[in-house]
């Protein structure tokens, strides 16, 4: 009895030390992907390029001289599901002051599609083919949203869900 409670016991510890290292690495891992954002902020925004939901490929520099909204997002996201009803609350707003792309890195374009017509959004939705747009961008996780002034400047970066409150705070970064 003694010995199965020792190794219940030694079970347990190494369970709690690799939960801990798993949380751990996440906290670095996300700590990490904001500061790298941060260091993004006034610099050139890399040019890309996504896909229409019905296949037409498009252009960050299509989009010259405008302010861009930019976020990367999935279905299988809970955060990224989460913040796109407060984008498109928004939305009507915003749409003639600033470009939403609203960019799906889901390996299936299909769920993508499914799931914006089931939800009836009326945003710019565009597929990540290949995860091209999140790799100029090194996207490490979504939801990550990208505010790119008319001059082509990342004017803003955040990582994770926004709240409708922090989505117009982190607009108000663009010119009026």
């Known amino acids: 009895m003694k010995t199965l409670l020792k ?42 390029v996504v896909e229409t939901m019905d296949g037409k490929q498009v252009k960050l520099s299509d989009y010259k001289g405008k302010t861009v909204f930019v976020n990367f997002w999935a279905t299988w996201c809970p955060p990224c599901v989460g913040e ?3 984008f498109e609350a928004v939305y ?12 799906s890195t889901d390996t299936d374009k299909s769920k993508a599609v499914e799931f914006i017509k089931e939800k009836g959004y009326t945003m710019p939705f565009f597929w990540d083919n290949g995860k091209a747009a999140s790799k100029v961008y090194s ?8 505010l790119i002034g008319e001059d082509g400047k990342i004017l803003n970066m955040h990582l994770g869900g926004m709240t409708k409150e922090q989505f117009l705070e982190f607009l108000s970064k663009a010119k009026k």
Request: aromatic share 12%.
């Open 92 to 103: 009507p707003e915003y749409k003639d002051k600033i470009q939403f792309l609203i960019v």
């Open 139 to 146: 996207i490490q996780a979504i939801p990550t949203s990208i």
């Open 84 to 86: 796109l009803p407060e």
């Open 7 to 48: 190794i219940i016991g030694i079970l347990v510890v190494v369970v709690a030390v690799g939960v801990a290292g798993f949380f751990g690495y996440i906290y670095y891992s996300q700590s990490e992907g904001i500061s790298e954002a941060a260091s993004k902020i006034g610099t050139q925004a890399d040019d890309f």
